[in-house]
């Protein structure tokens, strides 16, 4: 199965969460604005976005756009199984947008507050 992931690359939790499912024999691609450590078995895509005052939370996403197409057509490309958005972070608003079903999303902490 191929899964794309959508998610803070530098995450404990996230990086646990793709690892343990790539050793189960998936094709796992996570894409990550923050940063891209490697991890075995799993394709990282960078998403490079310039970063703005957090004063202007509303408005991270929009730094984003650029890379918006970029993503969009490297997730039709792979053609994933499913989308699976961990959180609701500039990473997670990227695998949101880029319209690609069926998707997951599972949000924690304070995601949900």
Not at 29 to 47: D, K, M, Q, R, Y
Not at 73 to 84: A, G, Q
Request: glycine content about 8%.
């Amino acid at each position: 199965m191929k899964i794309c992931f959508f998610g803070n690359a530098n995450s404990i939790l996230i990086r646990s969460w793709v690892s343990a499912v790539a050793r189960r024999g998936h094709e796992v691609h996570l894409f990550s604005c923050e940063g891209a450590p490697h991890i075995n078995g799993v394709t990282l895509h960078a998403c490079t976005v310039p970063r703005i005052p957090l004063a202007q939370t509303f408005f991270r996403v929009f730094p984003t756009l650029p890379c918006l197409s970029r993503v969009t057509k490297l997730v039709r490309t792979i053609k994933p199984d499913i989308v699976h958005v961990i959180g609701v972070s500039v990473s997670g608003w990227l695998g949101i947008v880029a319209g690609y079903h069926p998707l997951i999303l599972s949000v924690m902490g304070s995601d949900i507050f």
